[in-house]
């Protein structure tokens, strides 16, 4: 499923503590935060407010990047 969206949207794996200076660069108010880069902007995936496991379920994700991409 998210086969769609390689090649339009760039995906990283930020480690806050393994990672601190990148980290720190984006003045995230917690883990997990997910940005994504689109083009040459840079947009965070707001935190559902219906909370999963992990914080964000795949189908939050794929929501937020579908309406990025205007669909």
């Known amino acids: 499923m998210m086969e769609k969206y390689w090649g339009i949207y760039k995906f990283y794996i930020v480690d806050a503590e393994q990672q601190e ?13 997910i940005y994504v880069v689109y083009g040459t902007d840079m947009v965070e995936i707001p935190f559902p407010e219906k909370r999963h496991a992990s914080g964000y379920g795949k189908e939050d994700i794929t929501e937020f990047l579908d309406k990025l991409m205007g669909e």
Do not use: A, H, N, Q
Request: charged fraction near 30%.
């Open 21 to 33: 200076d990148i980290y720190s660069r984006f003045k995230s108010d917690g883990v997990p935060t």
